[in-house]
């Protein structure tokens, strides 16, 4: 059984931007201008045109589409993600909301500014395509796994996936705040199942809970539950 949990699965390429490229980052700090978004405060609507990107300098957002009038959570986003840039890139609408879950700061490049760069640099041009198809697979990857695993191994996964997420330096351990309506949707289970999960997993010294603060304390048991894709 492998002893480590395969985060470059999940992890969309676009968080990666601005350390994989000088030029990227250099542009977005010269164009880029502040916004703060307090919490609950949409930062763009699904169906909504482009306007241009936000690029995460701090708080907490969530990705959400609604399907038949009701949301589901598609991601969590964090310090250093790109958001915006599909639509950008495509020049079709937003496909998703985007919704500060805390006080949130980003910098903010219009869609003239971001095209005329690309124009200039064809590095970033290309950088940005192969990010696109790389958060491609990333998709693919969700839909393969979501679908093999039971919801309790969905759990596992999204407690694995959301501490990465989550990690700060200057924090000894990783809080996961996350409302339980926002994490029964990522799962895909009714906000009841979710809780009888957490309690299950709690009474196993699995997890410590504090309201909506979630602790991860047993990694090892987390990861077992992800490799019996066989025998759920």
Known sequence: MSSS???HLFQL?????????????????????????????VLYEEGTAC????????????????????????????????LGYHA???????????LALETTQTMFVSNEQFMECMKKDISIHKL?????CQ???VSI?????????????????????????????AQAETAITLTR?????????????????LQEFKALNVIEIDGRIIWIKNKDYLLEQLFKLTHP
Do not use: C
């Open 51 to 82: 306007q241009g990107i936000h690029f995460v300098k701090s708080g907490l957002v969530k990705k959400s589409k609604l399907i038949h009038q009701r949301e589901h959570v598609l991601f969590i986003g964090t310090k250093g993600d790109l």
């Open 88 to 98: 950008l890139i495509g020049n079709h609408q937003h496909y998703e909301s985007v």
């Open 135 to 137: 958060d491609f697979q």
């Open 128 to 132: 940005l395509t192969q990010t696109v």
């Open 181 to 197: 309506s926002d994490l029964s949707s990522m799962i895909g289970v009714a906000t009841e199942s979710l809780v009888r999960l």
């Open 141 to 169: 990857n969700f839909l393969i796994y979501h679908n093999q695993w039971n919801a309790k191994q969905r759990l596992a996964f999204y407690l694995l996936l959301l501490e990465r997420k989550f990690q700060n330096e």
């Open 13 to 41: 390429h676009s968080s990666q931007l601005i350390n994989q490229s000088y030029q990227f980052r250099k542009f977005i700090e010269e164009k880029g201008v502040i916004r703060l978004f307090k919490r609950k405060q």
């Open 5 to 7: 949990f395969p985060y």
